[in-house]
T-cell receptor, first 117, second 113 residues
Framework: AQTVTQSQPEMSVQEAETVTLSCTYD???????LFWYKQPPSRQMILVIR??????QNATENRFSVNFQKAAKSFSLKISDSQLGDAAMYFC??????????????FGQGTRLTINP | KAGVTQTPRYLIKTRGQQVTLSCSPI?????VSWYQQTPGQGLQFLFE???????NKGNFPGRFSGRQFSNSRSEMNVSTLELGDSALYLC????????????FGPGTRLTVT
């Protein structure tokens, strides 16, 4: 079974600074998807960024980028120019591409990000 | 386009009762998944439905069940509620079973007393 680990329960950063959230995962599969989701206090989970394991290029979405290290099974999220609206719980998640595993997301425990003005 | 909607948003039940939660996916989405979120266990997969069929189920007791209707709306039911069932229940939809992107609803906060 796949597992996802986020070792930082809480992080804080000054507004406009850069912060990196860590995520490691364990799998024996060679192809899969990785995601970062954001859950603000309003609770609605929002997809921030995704990475396909077969792609070597790191995904980027505006101020959000990832550092995907497949061999190390590491998938960190970098938020540049942090904004107050970035404050939220961030979840790293794994999805298999294979039959039974593809139906579900496996989530890490989350990292609570605080933005200091 | 309307997002995933869940009703009710908040619910208080007594131990031993049963509860039904509802989820309406984004229009055109045929797959609906349910997750339980608790402070202790985090986010855990309950089940996924596609075309009215349960495709996969997480490691939850049989008290947790669900179904999907022909219009893709889904319900989940928890019978004989226990205090540990208190959680945020999230529903998520995606267009097809092989769609990587999943859209979440706001959740139903269930409190069991």
């Amino acid at each position: 079974a796949q597992t996802v680990t986020q070792s930082q329960p809480e992080m804080s950063v000054q507004e406009a600074e850069t912060v990196t959230l860590s995520c490691t995962y364990d799998t024996s599969e060679s192809d899969y998807y990785l995601f970062w989701y954001k859950q603000p206090p309003s609770r609605q989970m929002i997809l921030v960024i995704r990475q396909e394991a077969y792609k070597q290029q790191n995904a980027t979405e505006n101020r959000f980028s990832v550092n995907f290290q497949k061999a190390a099974k590491s998938f960190s999220l970098k938020i540049s120019d942090s904004q107050l609206g970035d404050a939220a719980m961030y979840f790293c998640a794994y999805r298999s591409v294979y039959l039974q595993g593809a139906q579900k997301l496996v989530f890490g425990q989350g990292t609570r990000l605080t933005i200091n003005p | 386009k309307a997002g995933v909607t869940q009703t009710p948003r908040y619910l208080i039940k007594t131990r031993g009762q049963q509860v039904t939660l509802s989820c309406s996916p984004i229009s055109g989405h045929r797959s609906v998944s349910w997750y339980q979120q608790t402070p202790g266990q985090g986010l855990q997969f309950l089940f996924e439905y596609f075309s009215e069929t349960q495709r996969n189920k997480g490691n939850f007791p049989g008290r947790f069940s669900g179904r999907q209707f022909s219009n893709s709306r889904s319900e989940m039911n928890v019978s004989t509620l226990e205090l540990g069932d208190s959680a945020l229940y999230l529903c998520a939809s995606r267009r097809e079973v092989n769609s990587y992107e999943q859209y979440f609803g706001p959740g139903t906060r269930l409190t069991v007393t």
